[in-house]
C-alpha cells in the first residue's frame, strides 16, 4: 500500500498522560499536514511541513502540542499532558508542491482521553 | 461565523434521485474549491476539484460562483453507495491560509433503496 500511513490506528489513554502519534506520507511528497477532527464536524488544521520544515501552526496548537518532520520523511504528533478535550480523531495528510497540490489524508489515530 | 458553512442535512433521498448540495465560503483570497466525501469512521477522500467554468465527473457536477462564494454540488441518480458525508473545502495561498485547506462541517447524505 502506497498510501499515507498513521500508528497507532487507536490510543486510549488517562488525563495527563503523553501520546505519539506517527504519520508516513507517500513517498517523495514533500508536504506533509496534521488534522484533527470531533464528531460531527470538519477536519481542522493544526500544522503543515515542507520537507523538514514547520511552516505553519494554527493557533488551535498550544503548547502542549509539538509536531516534528526530522528528516522530511515521517512525521510524529506528540501531545503533552492530554485532556479529555483533546479526544478526536487526528489526521494527517500529503501533497506534492504542484500546481494543484491535492492532499490525500491517511485512515487517521483515533485517540479517546479518559 | 464559521469559514465555510454548508447545510448538515441529513438529506434522505431515494435511489435514482437527484440531490443538490450548497455551500458558502468567506475569504474572498480563497484560491482553490474542493468537495471531500468522508464515510463513516474514515478519512476524507477527494472527490472533485471545483472550478469557475464548472466541472463534470460522471454522474457529478460541481459549479464555483466567486462573486457570491459560493459552491455547490450536484448528484444524479443517487446510488446507495453515495451515502457518506460530503464535505465542502477551500484553500488560499494567502498569509492568513497558507496551504491548509478549510473544510465545512460537512453534509450527510443518506440513499434509500
Known amino acids: 500500500d502506497t498510501g499515507v500511513s498513521q500508528d497507532p490506528r487507536h490510543k486510549i489513554t488517562k488525563r495527563g498522560q503523553n501520546v505519539t502519534f506517527r504519520c508516513d506520507p507517500i513517498?517523495?511528497?514533500?508536504?506533509l499536514y496534521w488534522y484533527r477532527q470531533t464528531l460531527g464536524q470538519g477536519p481542522e488544521f493544526l500544522t503543515y511541513f515542507q520537507n523538514e520544515a514547520q511552516l505553519e501552526k494554527s493557533r488551535l496548537l498550544s503548547d502542549r502540542f509539538s509536531a516534528e518532520r526530522p528528516k522530511g520523511s515521517f512525521s510524529t504528533l506528540e501531545i503533552q499532558r492530554t485532556e479529555q478535550g483533546d479526544s478526536a480523531m487526528y489526521l494527517c495528510?500529503?501533497?506534492?508542491?504542484?500546481?494543484?497540490?491535492?492532499?490525500?489524508f491517511g485512515p487517521g489515530t483515533r485517540l479517546t482521553v479518559l | 461565523r464559521k469559514e465555510v458553512e454548508q447545510d448538515p442535512g441529513p438529506f434522505n433521498v431515494p435511489e435514482g434521485a437527484t440531490v443538490a448540495f450548497n455551500c458558502t465560503y468567506s475569504n474572498s483570497a480563497s484560491q482553490s474549491f474542493f468537495w471531500y466525501r468522508q464515510d463513516c469512521r474514515k478519512e476524507p477522500k477527494l472527490l472533485m476539484s471545483v472550478y469557475s467554468s464548472g466541472n463534470e465527473d460522471g454522474r457529478f457536477t460541481a459549479q464555483l460562483n466567486r462573486a457570491s462564494q459560493y459552491i455547490s454540488l450536484l448528484i444524479r441518480d443517487s446510488k446507495l453507495s453515495d451515502s457518506a458525508t460530503y464535505l465542502c473545502v477551500v484553500s488560499g495561498q494567502d498569509m492568513e491560509y497558507g496551504n491548509k485547506l478549510v473544510f465545512g462541517a460537512g453534509t450527510i447524505l443518506r440513499v434509500k433503496s
Open positions: 495528510a500529503s501533497s506534492l508542491v504542484s500546481s494543484t497540490d491535492t492532499q490525500y
Open positions: 513517498s517523495e511528497h514533500n508536504r
